[in-house]
Structures are given as C-alpha cells and as structure tokens.
C-alpha cells in the first residue's frame, strides 16, 4: 500500500505529527563561506518536498548532507527517529538520483538497474523480479537490452529513476532532475515522477532552480537565499501569500507598488500610494499603524484592463498606456506605461478563438487597470 501524501492532508499544521525528516540547526562551512546557515526543517512521510533557489544558494550542499555525502559544521539530521548525522551514505535509507544520472555506459537498461541490488548481494531471483517490476511501473519494461546511449533523454532519466528506486529507499534525493530534458519533455516528466511518487510513497526531496517545476511537483516548497530559508510552504502559500517582496517577485511575476497604510476597518486597510496619487484597498490579517511603510503586490494575471474606467472612485485603479504587448497563444501580456514612466504587466487569458485579433487594447491604447482588494497583497518586508 502507498505511504504517499494524500494532497488533502497537510501535516506539517498538526503540532502532535511527528516529522519523517527532522533537520535542526544545520550549518556547513567551505573556510570562510557558509553554505547552509543555522537551517531547520521538517518533512513528512510521504511528501514530495521541493527545495527551491538560485545557483548557490545552498541547496544542493543541504542535499548531499541529508544523503551523507557532506557531513554538517553543525547541527543534526534525524531520517525515521534516528540520528543520521555522522552515519555514512551507504548505512542511510536513502539514495540520490544524480543531475548527470550517471548511467554506466557498458551496460544495458536491466544490468544498470540492477547494479546496486547486485553490490548488496541481493539474490538473483529477487534482482529479476524487482528490475522487472521497476522497469514496469517506468513504462520501461521492453528496452532492459538497451544501452544508455540508444535511449533518449527522457528514457535515460526513467533509466536513472528506477536504478534509485529499485533498492526501496525510505527517502530519494533527486538533484535538479529534469534539468537536461527540453521543456516539453520536462512537463510530461514531472506529472511522471509525481506518479510514481504516489504509487510508491517513497518520500521525496527535490533539489530544483526552476520555480514551476516545484510549483508542479511539489506538496511543500522551501525557497533558499544564501543558504537560509526564507519561506517554507506549500505552493498556493507561497504565491497566493508571500512573506515578503523577495518571495513574491523570485514565484511567479508580480507588480510591486511603494505606500503607506491610512486606516483599517478590522482586515481591511486602506493604503496610499502617494507616487500615483492613488489609494488602495487591501485584506491584511497582521495589525499595523497608521502611516507603516509597505509594499503592494499585485499579480499581473489578477489585474482587469480595459479601455473604459471599471473602478468606482478611482479606488485600486490605474491609469497607462499600452507600451508593448506579447502574444503567446494561451496568454497575452500587456506592458502598461503609467503617467509616471513606470511599467505595469498585466496577463489576459486567450479564451477564444477568432478570426480577428485577439487584444482587447492595442499599441498606445490608453488603458485603466483595476484589482480587487482581494487579489492584492500588503508585505511589509
């Protein structure tokens, strides 16, 4: 039976269930530069957790920890309410599927597979039926004579997939693991991977600097900065309710406007934003004085354009001119220029099909952009 997290369930907001995965207080140092910094996290059975950032900023280091590939300056790692911090990688339930999935050349599919069960000594009949029933559930069971370099780049990443998780790991480490697939290869993966996640309940942690790929696959996402965490949540959180301007514009694309609050009326606030000589309205649940420095952010998909005024009193509205506009099929993305030189993007979906164009403003188009109290946000960092 599956052990894989039923979407519904979140356990991480259930004080009494213990984690499967217990990082506490990890630093590691290379001489003079940190990594990881002082980091904390707890993952649970089942989950297919992201660890999400740019180039260096120490994800990766966090990763080989956990697979004992790095031993931490210091701090702890539990794997299963034991102790892992000073066991060595091959005593650990866990294993790594590496970016370069490091496929021996000279062997076929079912020899590549198998080549962990055989270092364990695991018996023949058993090797048989394991490759078998992996390479199956990979979609992969009639290439087993092939060689590495007779596949494509997909097959080669199931290939690698299967070799990981043919030993039955308690956790699988995956290290930027679509990277060397092209994009439309890559979407077709992710919702592989994620079925096999499901199927198998192998917890898995996902090292990736592609925002929607962990947006895709991923139950919780930590997003990482110069090796500390600077929000940790499920993907919806993460977008719909940044932190901070950091997260809000690294997920996603988002208009960010300087103001300061007027007054509140119980969760709604009331906010200035003197630049445009425009107020605002915005949900906020935190408490905050009268006169605060903050930051509205508003999400170029939740903004209305039009030709005509849509707002009442001018309220969350803005005033542009169409500067650029770029058609993508599905979508179309409007720069707006306001009185004041700065750009706006707002996205409006393609719904229909026509003869005719698709824009609802053209080029120079003096256009009103409105959004509802609702689909903004109020950050204060």
Known sequence: MSNALDPSDQPWLDPDTVPFIKVDGITKTFGAFTAVAQVD???????????????????????????????????????????????????????????????????????????????????KEEISERVDQILTMVELSGFTKRKPHQLSGGERQRVALARALVKRPK???????????????????????????????????????????????????????????????????????????????????????????????????????????????????????????????????????SRTPTASEKMNQLIGTVDDIAYTGNLSTYRVKTQHGDIVEVTHPNQSRSRGSQLIADWGDTVYLHWTSADSVLLTE
């Open 171 to 305: 956790v699988l480490l995956l290290d930027e693991p679509l990277a060397a697939l092209d994009k439309r290869l890559r979407e077709q993966t992710q919702f592989e991977l994620m079925r096999i996640q499901e199927q198998l309940g192998v917890t898995f942690i996902v090292v990736t600097h592609d925002q929607e790929e962990a947006m895709t696959l991923a139950t919780r996402i930590a997003v990482m900065d110069e090796g500390r965490f600077i929000q940790v949540g499920p993907p919806t959180d993460l977008y719909e309710n940044p932190d901070n301007r950091f997260i809000a514009s690294f997920i996603g694309s988002v208009n960010l406007f300087a103001g300061c609050t007027l007054a509140h009326n119980n969760d709604l606030y009331t906010i200035a934003l003197k630049k445009y000589d425009l107020q605002c309205q915005v949900e906020h649940t935190q408490p905050l004085d009268n006169g605060s420095s903050i930051w509205l952010a508003v999400r170029p998909e939740k903004i209305t354009i």
């Open 41 to 123: 996290l707890e993952i649970f059975r089942g989950e297919l957790f992201c660890l999400l950032g740019a180039s260096g900023c120490g994800k990766t280091t966090l990763l080989r920890i956990l697979a004992g590939l790095e031993t931490p300056t210091s701090g702890k790692v539990w794997i299963d309410g034991v102790d892992m911090t000073q066991m060595p990688a091959y005593e650990r339930p866990v294993n790594m599927m590496f970016q370069s999935y490091a496929l021996f050349p000279h062997m076929n599919v079912a020899q590549n597979v198998a080549y962990g069960l055989k270092r364990d000594g695991t018996p």
